[in-house]
């Protein structure tokens, strides 16, 4: 079992706290996740000249970048010199619109559940595009790699979940991982909510289901996974067609 970051967590990036190397994590067979080689993160929109200098001392290769056309547009991702290659795989940012009508209704049941109906959509709606993040994974040279979505916690969340668990990480270790999102994201979210409440609404904390990950929601994709095809083994191997002897020999020390 690896151990979760400290409290705060340590970041390597100023104006993007979720970015972090998933190395490190101990599969069940004995062997390690490689460090150095895949980077989650939310977006890349905000770095700060020091964030992109720390990336490209890294070397980031590559990205992979799962935001909506939306996203991008309103938030590009700047030039770093050592990225080679832009990947888009797109899954759809569908609870946004819903959450905001959600906040002006001052639903607070549905903001609940918002998150738990949308990862049961992704399990859906988006198999293709994660089929295809794992053949990218399989198939590139250009690591080190970094993949994002907006915040990095729920469609990069999911797609770490899923990854971790094809290189053999016991299913403790990769909810531990995705559950560390609200230790990085923390401060984040409490300013957002902080916005929302200075901004005139006194119920802005009905918005915190929306910025945290939770064991519920983690639950929904993999119940809609277990419903359609037995096992998360299944689905890997036969809707996403994983390699995951080829993706052992590669990531796996």
Request: hydrophobic share 40%; with cysteine.
């Amino acid at each position: 079992m690896f151990d979760a970051a400290p409290d705060p967590p340590l970041t390597f990036l100023k104006n993007q706290p979720n970015f972090r190397d998933i190395g490190g994590i101990p599969t069940m067979e004995g062997k390690v996740v490689r460090t150095g080689l895949l980077f989650r993160s939310g977006d890349l929109s905000k770095l700060s000249e020091e964030d992109i200098r720390i990336i490209e001392e890294i070397g980031i290769r590559m990205t992979v970048d799962f935001r909506s056309d939306r996203e991008l547009i309103n938030y590009p991702t700047p030039r770093i010199s050592t990225v080679e290659e832009s990947k888009r795989i797109t899954i759809i940012d569908s609870a946004r619109d819903t959450a905001e009508r959600m906040l002006s209704e001052n639903d607070a049941n549905g903001l609940e559940t918002i998150l738990v109906k949308d990862y049961r959509r992704m399990v859906r709606d988006h198999q293709d595009d994660f089929r295809e993040f794992f053949q990218v994974l399989t198939s590139t040279d250009k690591l080190p790699l970094v993949y994002h979505c907006a915040a990095g916690k729920d469609r990069t969340g999911l797609a770490t979940y899923l990854l971790l668990i094809a290189l053999g990480v016991s299913e403790v270790d990769a909810r531990k991982d995705y559950m560390l999102s609200n230790q990085f994201l923390k401060p984040v979210f409490e300013k957002i909510i902080r916005k929302v409440i200075e901004a005139g609404n006194p119920n802005g904390q009905i918005i915190r289901p929306l910025m945290e990950v939770r064991s519920e929601y983690l639950d929904a994709a993999l119940e809609e996974i277990d419903n359609q095809f037995k096992t998360v083994d299944r689905f890997l191997t036969d809707v996403l067609q994983v390699d995951r002897i080829r993706l052992k020999d590669k990531y796996l020390e």
